[in-house]
């Protein structure tokens, strides 16, 4: 458990693929410039968008598109999904990083994991924001946390990132995990292949690393603010998305775009001294992207059917995983 928290911390801040990992097409407009009225979130089961279809001299691979964040009271219909699963002979599980510190690393970990989200040196939130930041901080901060002393020692990267889940929770939505979750499990059932597609980093020294992190810098002011700045406006976009993923209305996911906040607070992850200074988190979206792609061309040529789980912006736009396949001769149907 503690060496997965770590791994765990690792492989979604140095991909920012965390929790809204889901950007629309490049010519989405900007949540925080869209006026959007109050959203009602929809509840009850639903059964979330159709399946990309792509293939290619007779052999198909479904590709399901998950979101994140996901209306909380939201049930989703798997039907579907499940059928097709079930006629697949394999899943490929969502591309990502997997760090791997090992049981015995894990255990030499603990006592270092302590303070893992503080700022170095004690220094406290005041101390590291201009006042005028740090005044809106704790505007927002009572609105959605309420008194919260630990929270000031936080690096700004983490104090953000809590404010963020603190606004979803507020707002009804969720982290949409039981998704994927409910696919593995049907896959499990069926008896169909699961194959990762993650790239694997493996930390030999885990607790050397850790100390490494904790004593590094993060350039994450600007996430900081970038997600003051927009919180309230990506919220209420979220809420237009969960709904629209909730509904299968492709059409409306796609008009907004909250990627600003979200790829403001990877830089601070991956320009940090921590990722600077160890080479085997470098370029690691796109040795990400590379092993997924690998994945899906030997899946393809192998199975008669494949089915395989993406987020939406791996799959919306011209950027997207999908567009690479289309670029190698391959056919990708949208969902109609």
């Given at each position: 458990?503690?060496?997965?928290?770590?791994?765990?911390?690792?492989?979604?801040?140095?991909?920012?693929?965390?929790?809204?990992?889901?950007?629309?097409?490049?010519?989405?407009?900007?949540?925080?410039?869209?006026?959007?009225?109050?959203?009602?979130?929809?509840?009850?089961?639903?059964?979330?968008?159709?399946?990309?279809?792509?293939?290619?001299?007779?052999?198909?691979?479904?590709?399901?598109?998950?979101?994140?964040?996901?209306?909380?009271?939201?049930?989703?219909?798997?039907?579907?999904?499940?059928?097709?699963?079930?006629?697949?002979?394999e899943v490929l599980l969502q591309p990502g990083v997997g760090v791997s510190v090992g049981w015995m690393g894990g255990l030499t970990m603990l006592p270092s994991l302590i303070g893992l989200r503080k700022?170095?040196?004690?220094?406290?939130?005041?101390?590291?924001?201009?006042?005028?930041?740090?005044?809106?901080?704790?505007?927002?901060?009572?609105?959605?946390?309420?008194?919260?002393?630990?929270?000031?020692?936080?690096?700004?990267?983490?104090?953000?990132?809590?404010?963020?889940?603190?606004?979803?929770?507020?707002?009804?939505?969720?982290?949409?995990?039981?998704?994927?979750?409910?696919?593995?499990?049907?896959?499990?059932?069926?008896?169909?292949?699961?194959?990762a597609t993650a790239v694997s980093v493996t930390l030999e020294n885990p607790r050397a690393a850790l100390k490494d992190f904790k004593k590094s810098q993060m350039e994450d002011l600007a996430c900081f603010?970038?997600?003051?700045?927009?919180?309230?406006?990506?919220?209420?976009?979220?809420?237009?998305?969960?709904?629209?993923?909730?509904?299968?209305?492709?059409?409306?996911?796609?008009?907004?775009?909250?990627?600003?906040?979200?790829?403001?607070?990877?830089?601070?992850?991956?320009?940090?001294?921590?990722?600077?200074?160890?080479?085997?988190?470098?370029?690691?979206?796109?040795?990400?992207?590379?092993?997924?792609?690998?994945?899906?061309?030997?899946?393809?040529?192998?199975?008669?059917?494949?089915?395989?789980?993406?987020?939406?912006?791996?799959?919306?736009?011209?950027?997207?995983?999908?567009?690479?396949?289309?670029?190698?001769?391959?056919?990708?149907?949208?969902?109609k």
């Amino acid at each position: 458990m503690i060496a997965a928290r770590f791994a765990c911390f690792l492989s979604l801040g140095l991909l920012a693929a965390a929790a809204f990992a889901q950007t629309g097409p490049a010519s989405a407009v900007p949540a925080s410039q869209v006026e959007a009225p109050a959203q009602v979130l929809v509840s009850g089961k639903r059964p979330g968008p159709g399946l990309w279809k792509v293939s290619k001299d007779g052999h198909v691979m479904w590709v399901f598109a998950v979101h994140s964040p996901l209306p909380q009271k939201m049930e989703w219909d798997s039907g579907r999904v499940e059928r097709l699963v079930a006629q697949s002979q394999e899943v490929l599980l969502q591309p990502g990083v997997g760090v791997s510190v090992g049981w015995m690393g894990g255990l030499t970990m603990l006592p270092s994991l302590i303070g893992l989200r503080k700022n170095p040196d004690g220094a406290m939130l005041r101390d590291l924001l201009p006042a005028d930041v740090h005044a809106r901080w704790d505007v927002l901060k009572q609105k959605y946390i309420g008194d919260d002393d630990d929270i000031e020692r936080f690096r700004p990267y983490f104090a953000a990132d809590s404010l963020m889940d603190a606004g979803l929770k507020r707002n009804g939505l969720s982290k949409g995990d039981d998704v994927p979750d409910s696919i593995v499990k049907i896959a499990r059932k069926h008896d169909v292949k699961l194959t990762a597609t993650a790239v694997s980093v493996t930390l030999e020294n885990p607790r050397a690393a850790l100390k490494d992190f904790k004593k590094s810098q993060m350039e994450d002011l600007a996430c900081f603010t970038k997600t003051l700045d927009t919180l309230e406006g990506d919220l209420d976009a979220m809420k237009l998305r969960a709904n629209a993923w909730a509904n299968g209305n492709i059409a409306e996911i796609g008009k907004l775009d909250y990627a600003e906040r979200q790829d403001t607070c990877s830089k601070a992850m991956l320009n940090g001294s921590f990722a600077q200074n160890n080479p085997a988190f470098q370029n690691m979206r796109e040795r990400g992207r590379a092993a997924w792609l690998k994945a899906a061309e030997r899946s393809l040529a192998a199975n008669a059917a494949t089915f395989a789980i993406l987020s939406m912006g791996q799959v919306l736009g011209p950027d997207s995983y999908l567009a690479d396949l289309q670029a190698k001769g391959y056919t990708v149907e949208s969902p109609k």
